[in-house]
């Protein structure tokens, strides 16, 4: 399968723990996105790669949420003392960036859905 | 901040009805518009997306969309739908300048067989 894969696909977890999902993009993407989405909604931003380089982050990423991609391949979001509120479907996307391009395709992974009891 | 809205939250239809789902959105640049499509149990997929040129868009399974400038809005339409297209449709909009997509809320579309 060459398409975006996350892992795990389920977690649960009692409030106050730490948790930590990967997402692995499609090889020859240098572009990778995390989106939360929650009951009754559309994924919602949460930040986004360019390579390794974390260009962008939304107010919806608190102090307890860090992402990363260090070799600018698979990235990592983990969520540090987890609420209830936190308990959602967390989607990774991935496209090709290149300049002069003004759109290139996201595209999506299964996601993870995060339970906080 | 820009916003997409969708009307109808859940459409129900009976096979080989015909279908339009709306969706406006609210910024006043250059934007890219999409509809985004989740089988149940699949993932989100894209349905069609609007760049530059010829506003009238089609996509795969035959839905098509209509970007109204004037209007802020990008409505889909498929002209017969069968059982297989039940699923959540997403509006999405992208300030060309960004690389976020900003997603609706989502039509639940249920088809009667």
């Known amino acids: 399968d060459t398409g975006v894969s996350q892992d795990p696909r389920h977690k649960i977890t009692k409030r106050g723990q730490n948790v930590t999902f990967r997402c692995d993009p499609i090889s020859e993407h240098n572009r990778l996105y995390w989106y939360r989405q929650t009951l009754g909604q559309g994924p919602e931003f949460l930040t986004y790669f360019q390579n390794e380089a974390q260009l962008e982050k939304s107010r919806l990423l608190s102090d307890r949420f860090s992402a990363e991609r260090p070799k600018g391949s698979f990235s990592t979001l983990e969520i540090q003392r987890t609420e209830q509120g936190d308990s959602a479907m967390y989607l990774c996307?991935?496209?090709?960036?290149?300049?002069?391009?003004?759109?290139?395709?996201?595209?999506f992974g299964p996601g993870t859905r995060l339970t906080v009891l | 901040a820009q916003s997409v809205s969708q009307h109808n939250h859940h459409v129900i239809l009976s096979e080989a009805a015909s279908l339009e789902l709306g969706c406006n959105y609210s910024?006043?640049?250059?934007?890219?518009l999409f509809w985004y499509v989740q089988y149940p149990g699949q993932h989100l997929q894209l349905l069609l997306k609007y760049f530059s040129g010829d506003p009238l868009v089609k996509g795969i399974k035959g839905f098509e969309a209509e970007f109204i400038k004037s209007k802020f809005s990008f409505n889909l339409r498929k002209p017969s739908v069968q059982w297989s297209d039940t699923a959540e449709y997403f509006c999405?909009?992208?300030?060309?300048?960004?690389?976020?997509?900003?997603f609706g809320s989502g039509t639940r579309l249920s088809i009667r067989p």
């Open positions: 996307a991935s496209s090709l960036g290149a300049s002069g391009l003004s759109y290139n395709e996201q595209f």
């Open positions: 910024y006043g640049g250059t934007v890219n």
């Open positions: 999405a909009v992208k300030v060309s300048s960004a690389s976020k997509i900003i």
